[in-house]
């Protein structure tokens, strides 16, 4: 039966890895299954001290406090945990205690990760450009046609430290089952049975039962994102020495073309 018990439903992502638009499904999906959230926290991120977005935070509040303060006053609701702020021990400690439900996910393809981070860098240097902020700039052709002036060397090493990442957490996690968001937004193999299939394994783990039925209703007009090719977002001057490296270190695999 699906019952949310007073208990927080966690997803643990991080940022360019497709979690805005899995929350906001999961959000919508969970409402059309009659599972009502009291409260959406932080843009899905309880966390982000520094836009003080949270309502019980105060001025030189710890992660953790506010974590405490937060359950304490509302344990209902939905959102979004960076990895760098979920392996911190007191805050799955406090999750724990809570008995939260919690869904690891992660974007496979690093080299998009890199890409969307790099974007966002240059927003952040750029913001003043924007009236609208990080919303305009994301439905910008000026995101869309940037292109990245990294050298390639950094490029690599930028890849190698996310790879790093990507396998260290599921050290820490004792290799427990992620779902790749490519999944869930259809980008992996542009089949809508895929789509389906990943939500029902996401709800499965958040102790839910996904009606089908429902999940088809939603995504009947949904149409999968085209994906860029890397070719148009590396400079042409640069792009056979950035593919012979990849494959070297074998991250040839995520390029696109």
């Known amino acids: 039966m699906n019952e949310l018990n ?3 439903i966690i997803i643990v992502n991080d940022g360019c890895c497709i979690s805005t638009f899995c929350m906001e499904t999961l959000n919508n999906l969970l409402n059309m299954h009659n599972i009502n959230n009291e409260k ?12 003080k977005k949270n309502g019980y935070y105060k001025e030189g509040m710890t992660i953790e406090k506010l974590l405490k303060v937060t359950f304490k006053n509302n344990n209902t609701f939905l959102t979004k945990i960076f990895y760098k702020h979920f392996f911190s021990k007191n805050v799955i400690k406090s999750l724990n205690e809570i008995n939260s439900r919690i869904c690891y996910t992660m974007r496979q393809n690093i080299l ?7 974007k966002d860098k240059w927003y952040n240097e750029n913001s003043h450009l924007f009236n ?3 919303s305009e ?4 052709d000026i995101k869309k046609n940037l292109i990245v002036s990294d050298s390639v060397n950094k490029i690599i090493r930028k890849i190698k430290k ?3 990442q990507h396998k260290s957490r599921k050290v820490k996690l004792n290799d427990k089952k992620f779902i790749l ?7 992996f193999d542009n089949n809508k049975s895929t789509i389906i299939e990943e939500w029902s394994k996401l709800f499965s783990t958040l102790g839910f039962y996904l009606d089908k039925n429902i999940a088809m209703e939603y995504f009947k007009e949904y149409k999968i994102k085209e994906q860029y090719k890397h070719t148009s977002v590396f400079k042409k001057e640069i792009i056979d020495d ?12 995520y390029f696109r073309e």
């Open 181 to 187: 968001t490519e999944k869930l937004c259809g980008t």
């Open 6 to 8: 007073k208990v927080p």
């Open 132 to 134: 609208g902020g990080f």
């Open 137 to 140: 700039f994301r439905k910008s």
């Open 162 to 164: 996310l790879d790093e």
């Open 40 to 51: 959406l926290f932080n843009n899905y991120e309880i966390l982000k001290l520094k836009k």
């Open 242 to 253: 950035l593919k012979k490296k990849l494959k070297k270190h074998n991250y040839l695999k």
């Open 112 to 118: 998009d990760i890199y890409v969307c981070q790099y």
